[in-house]
């Protein structure tokens, strides 16, 4: 790893320091790299590598591969930490890094993914006019984020669950093929079959909606249990805060049929959690004994705390792709039944393939359960200060 350099946009991110050290990187990345403003409020990266040589002025980087890890911060807007990005790309170009990498877990402006016209979005579906007026009068914001992004200086964006289709289609494009979605599909796999998180021969896998139903289908298929049903919801957005639901005709059971289950619902993000609260409680009519929720990018709202603590919901299992979510405080009274998976390991073990780094593949576990002492299912547990 002599010619990675790993670094983050904000000081003291455990996310960032967790892939440095599954990547076996010695030197902490605050000391590789200066994130510096100005008293005009401008902001200036400055790469510190070496800097007592004044005989490689502008060249300290040649060789080398930066790998810029971004995840979200509560402290700072997504719309600042994307525009460090794309000044720390250009430092790293700058200054003669090869290659410069973007790991993203939860990639920036996803949900703009379309705009207005027919041109502004490949997607799985086929757009009606309410689509198109939805986005009226708004900027394509998922293909501009890319383009600045390459114009940046950044050859290569690794991300982690994103189920838009537009979003793939962009990037692919944009970066020549050099676009990772890393599906989770098999460390979540490897929990539910592995924890007491549910019961084996009673387990139900259920897709919120049509989006999420890829990312099911791979968990599903990751399980190798093929009697393990699958129930799918349409749902029908209304307006930007209503939607109806029901469940498909393509499930493998009918809503009847998940009495005294454990059922799973999956998603790739929650927000607000209306959406996926009005979903269990259609599901909680019919006496499931179970209900948890798996999601793997969980923002921690107020909003989206107060309604995710409906007792629709038994459990909740977040990773930590947005890692404030390992905060107690910020998951409030949602710890009784929080349950996070720190799946550093898992991304750093994909992210040496993609670099290359002979020699340097993490080992098993690739997640730690991460749990407050109120959740119920600690008992048993020795906690996360003695997991590997």
Known sequence: MDNVVIIGNVADNSFVEDIAHHLNQSIDYSDLVSLKTFHNSEFCPRFIIDEDNWDNIGRKLEGKQVLLVSTSQSDISRNDLAFRNCLIARAAKDNGAERVLLLEPDLYFSAQDRGPRIEHGLTAFERDQADYKKFDGQPFSARMYADILKAAGVDE????????????????????????????????????????????????????????????????????????????????????????????????????????????????????????????????????????????????????????????????????????????????????????????????????????????????????????????????????????
């Open 157 to 388: 964006v690794i991300t982690v669950h994103n189920h838009s289709q537009s979003v793939k289609n962009i990037f692919m494009d944009r970066f020549s093929g050099n676009f990772h979605n890393l599906q989770p599909a098999d460390v979540y796999a490897e929990y539910l079959i592995g924890s007491d998180v549910v019961r084996h021969g009673n387990l139900v896998l259920c897709a919120p909606d049509k989006g999420a139903l890829p990312f099911v289908r791979e968990l599903h298929a990751e399980l190798r249990d093929p009697s393990v049903p699958i129930l799918i919801i349409d749902k029908e957005r209304c307006d930007e805060r209503t939607v109806s639901m029901k469940v498909s005709r393509q499930s493998d059971i009918s809503l009847e049929d998940i009495k005294d289950k454990d059922v799973v619902v999956i998603d790739d993000m929650v927000r607000t959690g209306g959406t996926i609260v009005k979903a269990c409680c259609m599901l909680k009519g019919s006496a499931p004994a179970k209900i948890v929720f798996l999601v793997t990018h969980f923002y921690t709202s107020q909003e989206g705390r107060e309604k995710l603590n409906s007792p629709v919901i038994d459990e909740i299992v977040a990773s930590n792709t947005i890692p404030q979510i390992l905060n107690r405080d910020m998951q409030g009274r949602l710890r009784r039944k929080m349950v996070t998976l720190r799946i550093s390991r898992w991304i750093a073990k994909h992210l040496g393939q993609i670099l290359g780094s002979k020699g340097v593949t993490p080992k098993p576990p690739f997640y730690i359960e991460d749990m407050s002492s109120k959740n119920p299912r600690f008992k048993g547990h020795m906690g996360p200060l003695f997991s590997q």
